[in-house]
């Protein structure tokens, strides 16, 4: 099965797999966490990154890290570098737990569904419930606002 693997700004890693766990109870070992503390030099956090990849075992792991070009994604680069694992930035929690009930798909199934379900866990709501909103007429497709 593969592995996900958070890694992003304190406390926002561990957040998002408390959250993981709310949902899921099940998935704990599932999914690691690493809470980037601001103190801490990048070469620590990689390091620590990559002894928690290689206890967790797993033959693919999909890395999440919260900000492209911050220092998570940055450490995060560079743990995926060589390895059988992908990375995805800006991690939010449709995205996770999108891949987590997905896990057991191919490698690359799984990065498409964390992609999607990311994307399409950000919306405007609108004030009023669905079935009191009036519908445009100019729609192409009547159901585009479902996953």
Known sequence: ????????????????????????????????????????????????????????????????????????????????????????AGVNLPMLLRTVCYRHESFDSLVARALVGGAQGVMQVAITAPQNQVCKTNDQDPHDHQQ
Do not use: W, Y
């Not at 890694?7 to 561990?14: D, E, M, R, T, V």
């Not at 998002?16 to 690493?34: E, I, K, S, T, Y």
């Not at 980037?36 to 390091?47: F, G, I, Q």
């Not at 967790?56 to 390895?83: E, K, M, R, S, Y």
């Open 1 to 88: 099965m593969n592995g996900i693997f958070i890694i992003a700004h304190a406390p926002l890693a561990s957040a998002l797999r408390q959250c993981v766990l709310h949902v899921f109870p099940d998935n704990g070992a599932g999914v690691l966490a690493l809470d980037v503390l601001p103190d801490m030099p990048p070469e620590e956090t990689l390091a620590q990154a990559r002894i928690m990849l290689a206890q967790a075992g797993n033959a693919h792991t999909l890395v999440l890290a919260d900000i492209f070009g911050a220092t998570p994604c940055n450490v995060a680069q560079q743990l995926v570098d060589g390895v059988d694992a992908k990375l995805i």
